[in-house]
Protein backbone atom coordinates (compact mmCIF):
# COMPACT_ATOMS: atom_id res chain seq x y z
CA UNK A 1 0.00 0.00 0.00
CA UNK A 2 2.78 2.23 0.52
CA UNK A 3 4.48 1.44 -1.96
CA UNK A 4 0.85 2.78 -4.17
CA UNK A 5 1.06 6.09 -2.79
CA UNK A 6 4.36 7.11 -2.74
CA UNK A 7 3.86 6.22 -6.64
CA UNK A 8 0.65 8.00 -6.61
CA UNK A 9 2.55 11.01 -4.79
CA UNK A 10 5.25 10.90 -7.45
CA UNK A 11 3.63 10.61 -10.51
CA UNK A 12 0.10 12.45 -10.53
CA UNK A 13 1.47 15.23 -12.44
CA UNK A 14 2.26 12.65 -15.10
CA UNK A 15 -1.52 10.71 -14.49
CA UNK A 16 -3.20 14.34 -14.61
CA UNK A 17 -0.80 15.53 -17.64
CA UNK A 18 -1.57 12.36 -20.18
CA UNK A 19 -5.63 12.36 -18.98
CA UNK A 20 -5.71 16.47 -20.06
CA UNK A 21 -3.57 15.75 -23.43
CA UNK A 22 -5.92 13.12 -23.79
CA UNK A 23 -8.69 15.31 -24.04
CA UNK A 24 -7.34 17.81 -25.98
CA UNK A 25 -6.22 15.22 -28.90
CA UNK A 26 -10.25 13.97 -28.70
CA UNK A 27 -11.68 17.34 -28.68
CA UNK A 28 -9.40 18.69 -31.52
CA UNK A 29 -10.00 15.50 -33.25
CA UNK A 30 -13.53 15.39 -33.05
CA UNK A 31 -13.58 19.50 -34.31
CA UNK A 32 -11.72 19.06 -37.00
CA UNK A 33 -13.27 15.13 -38.33
CA UNK A 34 -15.82 17.07 -40.39
CA UNK A 35 -13.45 19.22 -41.97
CA UNK A 36 -11.21 15.98 -42.99
CA UNK A 37 -13.93 14.04 -44.41
CA UNK A 38 -15.26 16.93 -46.27
CA UNK A 39 -11.01 17.19 -47.73
CA UNK A 40 -11.19 13.77 -48.46
CA UNK A 41 -14.38 13.58 -50.20
CA UNK A 42 -12.91 16.58 -52.58
CA UNK A 43 -9.71 15.28 -52.86
CA UNK A 44 -11.64 11.81 -54.00
CA UNK A 45 -14.09 13.72 -56.51
CA UNK A 46 -11.02 15.40 -57.30
CA UNK A 47 -9.11 12.64 -58.28
CA UNK A 48 -12.13 10.79 -59.90
CA UNK A 49 -12.62 14.07 -62.28
CA UNK A 50 -9.13 13.58 -63.76
CA UNK A 51 -9.87 9.86 -64.62
CA UNK A 52 -13.54 10.68 -65.88
CA UNK A 53 -12.62 14.06 -67.54
CA UNK A 54 -16.45 14.58 -69.25
CA UNK A 55 -18.45 13.35 -65.81
CA UNK A 56 -20.38 16.32 -64.20
CA UNK A 57 -21.41 13.94 -61.22
CA UNK A 58 -20.09 10.90 -58.99
CA UNK A 59 -23.36 9.07 -57.34
CA UNK A 60 -22.51 6.45 -55.01
CA UNK A 61 -24.05 3.00 -56.09
CA UNK A 62 -23.13 0.99 -53.64
CA UNK A 63 -20.96 2.20 -50.06
CA UNK A 64 -18.85 -0.49 -48.21
CA UNK A 65 -19.21 -2.39 -50.98
CA UNK A 66 -17.60 -5.87 -50.02
CA UNK A 67 -15.91 -7.72 -52.74
CA UNK A 68 -13.65 -11.15 -52.56
CA UNK A 69 -10.23 -10.16 -54.28
CA UNK A 70 -8.20 -12.18 -56.51
CA UNK A 71 -5.82 -12.80 -53.76
CA UNK A 72 -8.61 -14.53 -51.79
CA UNK A 73 -8.67 -11.06 -49.49
CA UNK A 74 -12.33 -9.54 -48.15
CA UNK A 75 -12.28 -6.04 -49.09
CA UNK A 76 -14.58 -2.86 -48.68
CA UNK A 77 -14.67 -0.29 -51.13
CA UNK A 78 -17.18 2.51 -52.22
CA UNK A 79 -18.23 2.17 -55.69
CA UNK A 80 -19.18 5.38 -57.97
CA UNK A 81 -21.01 5.92 -61.24
CA UNK A 82 -20.18 9.05 -63.04
CA UNK A 83 -22.58 11.00 -64.97
CA UNK A 84 -22.40 13.46 -67.73
CA UNK A 85 -24.25 16.77 -67.38
CA UNK A 86 -27.02 15.17 -69.33
CA UNK A 87 -27.14 12.45 -66.72
CA UNK A 88 -25.38 9.80 -69.50
CA UNK A 89 -23.60 7.16 -67.81
CA UNK A 90 -19.88 7.33 -68.50
CA UNK A 91 -18.13 4.65 -66.28
CA UNK A 92 -17.26 3.72 -62.79
CA UNK A 93 -14.80 4.16 -60.17
CA UNK A 94 -13.47 3.00 -57.02
CA UNK A 95 -10.91 2.93 -54.07
CA UNK A 96 -8.78 0.22 -54.00
CA UNK A 97 -6.12 -0.40 -51.54
CA UNK A 98 -2.96 -3.11 -51.44
CA UNK A 99 0.57 -3.06 -50.33
CA UNK A 100 3.48 -1.12 -51.67
CA UNK A 101 6.88 -1.22 -50.83
CA UNK A 102 6.99 1.24 -47.69
CA UNK A 103 3.14 1.12 -46.74
CA UNK A 104 -0.32 0.86 -47.95
CA UNK A 105 -1.04 2.17 -51.48
CA UNK A 106 -4.88 3.48 -52.27
CA UNK A 107 -5.31 3.58 -55.65
CA UNK A 108 -8.46 5.41 -57.28
CA UNK A 109 -9.35 3.21 -60.45
CA UNK A 110 -11.92 4.05 -63.23
CA UNK A 111 -13.84 1.99 -65.90
CA UNK A 112 -15.51 2.79 -69.10
CA UNK A 113 -19.71 2.24 -68.38
CA UNK A 114 -19.71 -0.83 -70.35
CA UNK A 115 -16.60 -2.60 -68.00
CA UNK A 116 -14.55 -3.14 -71.10
CA UNK A 117 -11.48 -1.01 -71.00
CA UNK A 118 -9.55 1.18 -67.78
CA UNK A 119 -9.80 4.91 -67.92
CA UNK A 120 -6.61 4.90 -65.68
CA UNK A 121 -6.00 5.40 -61.94
CA UNK A 122 -4.97 8.14 -59.57
CA UNK A 123 -2.66 8.19 -56.34
CA UNK A 124 -4.93 8.81 -53.31
CA UNK A 125 -2.42 7.90 -50.84
CA UNK A 126 1.41 6.38 -51.10
CA UNK A 127 4.52 6.69 -48.93
CA UNK A 128 6.56 4.97 -51.48
CA UNK A 129 10.45 5.73 -51.80
CA UNK A 130 11.15 9.43 -53.66
CA UNK A 131 12.83 9.21 -56.51
CA UNK A 132 11.70 5.46 -57.00
CA UNK A 133 8.39 4.08 -56.33
CA UNK A 134 7.11 7.52 -55.91
CA UNK A 135 7.45 7.28 -59.31
CA UNK A 136 3.71 5.76 -59.62
CA UNK A 137 2.57 8.70 -59.38
CA UNK A 138 4.12 9.98 -62.50
CA UNK A 139 2.75 10.26 -66.04
CA UNK A 140 5.32 8.08 -67.53
CA UNK A 141 4.09 4.89 -65.51
CA UNK A 142 0.36 5.95 -65.35
CA UNK A 143 -0.03 6.47 -68.77
CA UNK A 144 0.03 2.66 -69.69
CA UNK A 145 -2.97 1.81 -67.51
CA UNK A 146 -5.22 4.20 -70.35
CA UNK A 147 -7.20 2.49 -72.41
CA UNK A 148 -6.19 -0.85 -71.34
CA UNK A 149 -8.69 -3.86 -71.13
CA UNK A 150 -10.52 -4.18 -67.69
CA UNK A 151 -9.03 -7.28 -66.85
CA UNK A 152 -5.88 -9.11 -65.66
CA UNK A 153 -2.25 -7.37 -66.31
CA UNK A 154 1.13 -8.62 -66.52
CA UNK A 155 4.40 -6.87 -65.37
CA UNK A 156 7.28 -7.19 -67.36
CA UNK A 157 10.78 -5.31 -67.46
CA UNK A 158 10.86 -3.92 -70.73
CA UNK A 159 8.41 -2.78 -73.65
CA UNK A 160 6.45 -0.35 -75.51
CA UNK A 161 4.94 2.12 -73.04
CA UNK A 162 2.28 3.67 -75.45
CA UNK A 163 0.73 0.65 -76.41
CA UNK A 164 -2.54 0.17 -74.34
CA UNK A 165 -2.53 -3.21 -73.89
CA UNK A 166 -2.17 -6.21 -70.61
CA UNK A 167 1.59 -5.67 -70.41
CA UNK A 168 2.88 -2.85 -68.22
CA UNK A 169 6.30 -1.87 -68.09
CA UNK A 170 7.97 -1.53 -64.43
CA UNK A 171 9.65 1.30 -63.21
CA UNK A 172 13.20 0.76 -63.37
CA UNK A 173 14.51 0.69 -59.73
CA UNK A 174 10.94 0.37 -58.18
CA UNK A 175 9.54 -3.40 -59.46
CA UNK A 176 8.10 -3.65 -55.63
CA UNK A 177 5.56 -0.40 -56.14
CA UNK A 178 5.28 -1.19 -60.13
CA UNK A 179 4.56 -4.86 -58.91
CA UNK A 180 2.32 -3.83 -56.04
CA UNK A 181 0.05 -1.25 -58.51
CA UNK A 182 -0.38 -4.14 -61.03
CA UNK A 183 -1.50 -6.52 -58.16
CA UNK A 184 -4.05 -4.03 -56.93
CA UNK A 185 -5.40 -4.05 -60.58
CA UNK A 186 -5.31 -7.41 -60.46
CA UNK A 187 -6.99 -8.29 -57.36
CA UNK A 188 -9.64 -5.59 -57.72
CA UNK A 189 -10.70 -5.56 -61.33
CA UNK A 190 -12.71 -8.32 -62.24
CA UNK A 191 -13.96 -8.78 -58.80
CA UNK A 192 -15.77 -5.32 -58.74
CA UNK A 193 -17.01 -5.87 -62.63
CA UNK A 194 -18.94 -9.34 -60.87
CA UNK A 195 -20.19 -7.24 -58.42
CA UNK A 196 -21.52 -4.40 -60.37
CA UNK A 197 -22.75 -6.71 -63.23
CA UNK A 198 -24.03 -9.10 -60.39
CA UNK A 199 -26.09 -6.56 -58.56
CA UNK A 200 -27.25 -4.17 -61.32
CA UNK A 201 -25.09 -1.22 -60.46
Known amino acids: MNKIKFFIKQSWLLIVASLCFGLLIAATDAALRPRIIQNQKEKLNKLMSSLITDANTFEPVAKACT ?97 ADKKIVAITGATVSSRAVTNIFNNYINPVKEKIESEGL
Open 67 to 163: VKTADGQIKQTDIYKAFSPEQKPLGYAFVAVGSGFADKIKLVIAMDEKLQKCYGYAVLSSNETPGFGSKITENYFKSQFVGIPAGKVELVKSGATEE
